[in-house]
């Protein structure tokens, strides 16, 4: 089964306001118990497939899995697991529609979509509904492992081509709402914008303070700063408020 998810594919590494990008298995210490996952497909042999792969990694427990989102929903509030990783197109209930009601009753579980679908709508919809990661099933077997990790630490994980996708949707959403009346936005230092615009790239923390010459601990306390001011709670929502009020332009 390694070889039925593709070829190697980097994420974006985009995180929130506490995470930090880290080699494979660096979940910075402070994770004890193992992550414990639910996987949902409507596949029973891409399940299996999952299976297998994440049995090998020590840190990853998958304890559970769900033929949709019904189903899905009802398994999230009796395991309440820390990560689910979940396909977008499923009978009865689609992932999509099943993140708002699994955000629901388990909280604090993080959801990545794992899905075959690179439709913009998709990728947006899902990232309204709370889904913190959108991975295609391209990507290779160790790259599930990374993403659930990071995820678990607080990131957010999109695939490169998808985060490219959810850049020009975020210009056409600008575009269609340029008559639209907007609210004045709480007002962000230069510095802070020069930030939030390699966030909107997909750069991590690591890579953003190498490229602004500044510490790592810096840029996230830009992040968090961000974040306040816009009372909003992750990096991929700043990055869609901010440019729907057009505080940053990416051209």
């Given amino acids: 089964m390694a070889d039925s998810f593709g070829p190697v594919h980097d994420e974006s590494g985009m995180e929130d306001a506490d995470g930090a990008g880290g080699p494979r298995g660096d979940t910075g210490g402070s994770r004890k118990e193992p992550i414990r996952v639910l996987v949902v497909d409507d596949h029973a042999l891409f399940r299996r497939g999952l299976e297998i ?16 989102g019904a189903e899905a929903v009802d398994k999230a509030a009796d395991l309440l697991p820390d990560i689910v990783l979940m396909d ?3 009978p009865k209930r689609g992932g999509i529609e099943a993140c708002t009601s699994i955000k629901e009753v388990a909280p604090s579980a993080k959801i990545i979509m794992l899905t075959i679908s690179d439709e913009e709508a998709d990728l947006y919809d899902a990232i309204k ?12 077997t160790d790259e599930v492992a ?3 990790r990071a995820v678990a630490d607080g990131q957010s994980q999109i695939s490169p081509s998808m985060a490219s996708k959810l850049l020009t949707e975020f210009k056409s959403m600008i575009q269609r709402t340029d008559e639209r009346r907007l609210v004045p936005a709480p007002r ?23 490229e602004l010459f500044i510490s790592e601990n810096t840029v996230k306390n830009h992040v968090r700063n961000i974040l306040e001011k816009l009372q909003l709670h992750s990096r991929m929502e700043a990055v869609v408020y901010a440019m729907r009020e057009k505080i940053l332009e990416i051209r």
């Fill in 53 to 68: 792969v994440l049995a090998q990694e020590e840190d990853i427990q998958v304890v559970g899995e769900a033929a949709d």
């Fill in 146 to 148: 990374t993403a659930i």
């Fill in 188 to 210: 962000l230092t230069e510095r802070e914008l020069e930030v939030l615009k390699l966030v909107a790239t997909g750069m991590n923390n690591r890579d953003i303070a190498k």
């Fill in 129 to 140: 509904a709370g889904a913190t990661g959108y991975l295609l099933k391209e990507i290779s």
């Fill in 88 to 90: 977008v197109r499923m």
